[in-house]
């Protein structure tokens, strides 16, 4: 007996999912790095599996499943720039401030880039490797640094440079010329190259003095030792705070920033360790009137052997959950 037109559908819609799955977390960082949002990038990635739905039955495998879904992915996420924009960081928007202890005033109009779950964005745990390469490519200066740039140099960077697509691959996702994608490519490269100053090598994560260091850092904020935390930053280190556009440049103007603005007494804060772009994280709770710790910042550091070079703290509590941190301590 012949199947029915709504045996086939269900058919279809099975094969479509056991075919299409296995790809959600990679497009999903693909979305990301594009975007610089994780909560746009769980909604492109949505937007890409409705339109290839929609579209399977087409499918004529001319190019291989990833492949294709990759084309719809990038679709939408140019579509999405074009109507969006990018998202900066503050550090991209000017020159630091020199005066830390001067009020700071939110930007909340800007749609400023965020950081990103190792969790939702992380590789294949059985291949080293692979999560070295995932790390690396989607760590916050980098994800940060792709926003300077054009939106189709960005695919072609990404696809070629992070992804290892074939000039001829991403020419053919593109609907152009290898010659016109490599001469992308050239140009993306000068301008992160610019846009992203090199900066000291990462501390890797099982190096003991990188899990020391971090005990250090989240001790001083929780007994409020601004002397202890001056010791960890690096001379040059660099702080910044979405959605505050001023940024701070300095061991000391951070540590004035910090006394100053925040101003936290022991046991005000508490640290609860996280993960993001590969790099070590820390939801930073504040005891409130009622004495509840609530969620206050988001921090990721860039940790090297001569200490804490970065800090970007993000006011955003709507963050949390998505790092599987509590709403209370």
């Known amino acids: 007996m012949a199947n029915s037109p709504a045996d086939t559908t269900v058919d279809q819609d099975r094969d479509f999912q056991a075919l299409a799955?296995?790809?959600?977390?990679?497009?999903?960082?693909?979305?990301?790095?594009?975007l610089g949002?994780?909560?746009?990038?769980?909604?492109?990635?949505?937007?890409?599996?409705?339109?290839?739905?929609?579209?399977?039955?087409?499918?004529?495998?001319?190019?291989?499943?990833?492949?294709?879904?990759?084309?719809?992915?990038?679709?939408?996420?140019?579509t999405a720039i074009d109507q969006r924009g990018n998202r900066p960081m503050p550090s991209?928007?000017?020159?630091?401030?020199?005066?830390?202890?001067?009020?700071?005033?939110?930007?909340?109009?800007?749609?400023?880039?965020?950081?990103?779950?190792?969790?939702?964005?992380?590789?294949?745990?059985a291949d080293p490797a692979s999560i070295v390469a995932a790390r690396e490519s989607t760590r916050l200066a980098l994800v940060a640094a792709l926003q300077h740039l054009p939106a189709?140099?960005?695919?072609?960077?990404?696809?070629?440079?992070?992804?290892?697509?074939?000039a001829a691959e991403v020419a053919g996702l593109l609907d152009t010329s290898t010659a016109a994608v490599n001469s992308a490519?050239?140009?993306?490269r000068a301008q992160l190259e610019?846009?992203?100053?090199?900066?000291?090598?990462?501390?890797e994560p099982t190096d003991p003095g990188r899990r020391e260091l971090l005990e250090r850092y989240a001790r001083a904020f929780e007994e409020a030792d601004i002397d202890a935390l001056l010791e960890l930053f690096k001379q040059d280190a660099v702080w910044e705070m979405p959605p505050f556009p001023e940024w701070f440049a300095g061991a000391e103007a951070i540590v004035r920033l910090i006394k100053a603005q925040c101003a936290?007494?022991?046991?005000?804060?508490?640290?609860?360790?996280?993960?993001?772009?590969?790099q070590p994280a820390f939801g930073l709770y504040?005891?409130?009137?009622e004495g509840v710790h609530r969620p206050f910042q988001l921090q990721v550091l860039d940790v090297t052997a001569a200490g804490v070079a970065q800090v970007s703290a993000f006011f955003d509590a709507t963050l949390f959950p998505l790092f599987g941190l509590p709403e209370r301590l």
């Not at 960082?29 to 594009?34: E, F, L, Q, S």
């Not at 189709?152 to 074939?166: A, G, T």
Request: aromatic share 8%.
């Open 92 to 125: 991209g928007l000017g020159g630091p401030s020199d005066e830390p202890e001067r009020p700071v005033v939110a930007s909340p109009e800007v749609p400023w880039l965020e950081p990103a779950p190792d969790a939702l964005l992380g590789a294949d745990a």
């Open 37 to 78: 949002s994780i909560h746009d990038a769980e909604d492109l990635v949505q937007e890409t599996y409705l339109r290839a739905w929609r579209s399977y039955e087409g499918f004529e495998g001319r190019s291989s499943l990833r492949t294709w879904l990759y084309r719809i992915a990038t679709n939408v996420c140019l």
């Open 286 to 289: 504040r005891r409130d009137e």
């Open 21 to 34: 799955d296995p790809y959600r977390r990679e497009l999903l960082a693909h979305c990301y790095r594009m």
């Open 264 to 278: 936290p007494y022991p046991g005000e804060l508490r640290m609860v360790p996280a993960a993001a772009n590969g």
């Open 185 to 188: 490519l050239q140009r993306a």
């Open 152 to 166: 189709r140099q960005r695919v072609v960077l990404i696809l070629r440079d992070v992804l290892k697509w074939r």
């Open 194 to 203: 610019a846009a992203a100053p090199a900066r000291d090598e990462q501390v």
